[in-house]
């Protein structure tokens, strides 16, 4: 499979709820990204991974954790989450290091609905 | 706090109308402009993009920007729009040599066949 997947595609979590979003890049890029897209609201970027270290944290609840565990791969593990973090989280790759700001390439989203 | 701005939040264009979409930024430094489409049920894609040089970039599907530096402007034109148009569009600047970009809330556009 190409370019970048993320599964799952729906996930409904209550509050206490522990899961995981994943997300795989088939591009051979060096950097990932999570983004947060929330009704009437722009993207917000959450966090970035450049060869799986991580190199930008805007400030993002606790209750979301990232993994890098290979450039490939990046986790967002979600732990007692509230009803306002239901939305599309967005995962993307982008081929620089550097951060030059190249051309990102974006998954499909996992739409999370918190009970 | 550097933000993006676009104006228009819903579009309604007949077929052959043509198309500006607004995108202001607010960043006292060099950037790096793009603009992203989402098609129905697919993912988000970049149009065209602006790192230096001619400040009227092309990008796929008959689509231009112009960046005007003194208006912090980087506007989305299309002389005729098509049905397949229909998308939603996101303005976003870096800034260079940072990993952060910064999306406009995007706007749909709707094509009227």
């Known amino acids: 499979e190409t370019g970048v997947t993320q599964t799952p595609r729906h996930l409904v979590m209550g509050m206490t709820n522990k899961k995981s979003l994943k997300c795989e890049q088939h591009?051979?890029?060096?950097?990932m990204y999570w983004y947060k897209q929330s009704a009437k609201k722009p993207l917000e970027l959450m966090f970035v991974y450049s060869l799986e270290e991580r190199v930008e944290n805007n400030s993002v609840p606790s209750r979301f954790s990232p993994e890098c565990p290979n450039s490939s791969h990046l986790f967002l593990h979600l732990h007692t989450l509230q009803p306002e973090d239901s939305a599309l989280y967005l995962c993307?790759?982008?081929?620089?290091?550097?951060?030059?700001?190249?051309?990102?390439?974006f998954g499909p989203g996992t739409r999370l609905t918190v009970l | 706090a550097q933000s993006v701005s676009q104006h228009n939040h819903h579009v309604i264009l007949s077929e052959a109308a043509s198309l500006e979409l607004g995108c202001n930024y607010s960043?006292?430094?060099?950037?790096?402009l793009f603009w992203y489409v989402q098609y129905p049920g697919q993912h988000l894609q970049l149009l065209l993009k602006y790192f230096s040089g001619d400040p009227l970039v092309k990008g796929i599907k008959g689509f231009e920007a112009e960046f005007i530096k003194s208006k912090f402007s980087f506007n989305l034109r299309k002389p005729s729009v098509q049905w397949s148009d229909t998308a939603e569009y996101f303005c976003a600047v870096n800034a260079p040599g940072t990993y952060k970009y910064i999306f406009g809330t995007g706007t749909r556009l709707k094509v009227l066949a």
């Open positions: 591009l051979g890029h060096n950097a």
């Open positions: 993307a790759s982008s081929r620089e290091r550097t951060g030059d700001g190249g051309e990102q390439f």
């Open positions: 960043y006292g430094g060099t950037v790096n």
